[in-house]
């Protein structure tokens, strides 16, 4: 097998792998739930105090809460994703053997982070929606085509965030050790992608920073794409502002690759 059909296959292996951990996928429900809870309780009071805050209403807010515990997994802003595994074996050198293969290195693994994202999507991002649902308020678009750019939106999230992580992994070939520029890694992407505070109540000149990184395309845009905050050619504008990301940072890792396999440092000797 090569070509899509190859990638294919390994995104749907990644989505069965995935679903073997049962158990972690239960309890990482549970806790997107209870954050989710105690979040929403927190926006409320904050727009009971300041009702238009950011150009949002409550029920806005507390919406757009619940789409960030169901983005928050899939798009990994807080631990690793499917290139985990690529990190351990830059790390231990056997990224060699990967590199002789007849395949592309930088869309097998995205192509995995892919198949993990979409399970992902529906075993921890809707059983939290769902809750959300029974307890507060919220507002979801009846149009099915709203639905549709929202998932487009995402998949494009999830590429730009398997972008910013491809490139850490490869940093491996360099650093002896990844997990420092992991954790500022994780601290800029929660900050900046809107998953405490919504990014469109950000002061003046930062939140002009903030709409301009590549983190606002992880939670932000594809919020304000479902809540119908964007709507004609501002949605255009969105998915092309997160296209243009992943397409430079995706380029950007097969530039870093092609150097790295000129030096390669391997932990050990």
């Known amino acids: 097998m090569s070509g899509p ?6 995104a749907v292996r990644s989505f069965r792998r995935y ?6 996928t239960l309890a990482g429900a549970f806790t997107n739930s209870v954050f989710g809870v105690i979040l929403a309780y ?8 300041r009702p238009d805050l950011g ?18 997994t899939p798009v990994a802003i807080f631990a690793s994703g499917a290139e985990a595994d690529l990190v351990e074996r830059v790390r231990t050198g056997d ?22 994202a979409a399970f992902q999507l529906l075993a921890r991002g ?23 750019v929202f998932l487009l939106s ?10 910013i992580r491809y490139l850490l992994a490869l940093s491996g070939f360099w650093l002896l050790d990844v997990r420092g520029a992991q954790t500022l890694t994780i601290v800029l992407s929660t900050f900046f992608s809107g998953l405490f505070l919504p990014l469109v109540i950000f002061p003046g000149w930062l939140k002009d920073v903030a709409f301009a990184l590549p983190w606002a ?7 304000d794409v479902l809540l119908e905050e964007r709507t004609g050619w501002s949605v255009v504008q969105a998915l092309a502002f997160q296209a243009a990301w992943a397409t430079a940072l995706l380029l950007l890792g097969r530039l870093v690759l092609r150097v790295a396999t000129r030096r390669v440092v391997v932990q050990g000797g």
């Open 19 to 24: 679903s073997t951990y049962r158990a972690a």
């Open 126 to 148: 809707l059983p939290p929606t769902l809750i959300g649902l029974l307890i507060f308020d919220l507002r979801f678009p009846s149009n099915p085509v709203t639905w549709l």
């Open 217 to 223: 395309s992880l939670l932000q845009l594809p919020a």
């Open 55 to 72: 150009g949002y209403d409550v029920t806005t807010a507390v919406t757009f809460v619940w789409i960030g515990q169901a983005l928050l």
């Open 5 to 10: 059909g190859l990638y294919a296959a390994v």
């Open 95 to 116: 990224v060699a053997i990967d590199l002789y293969r007849p395949t592309d290195l930088q869309l097998w693994w995205l192509a995995a982070d892919l198949g993990r």
């Open 154 to 163: 995402v998949v494009l999230a999830v590429t730009v965030s398997f972008s």
């Open 42 to 49: 927190t926006f409320i009071a904050l727009w009971s105090e």
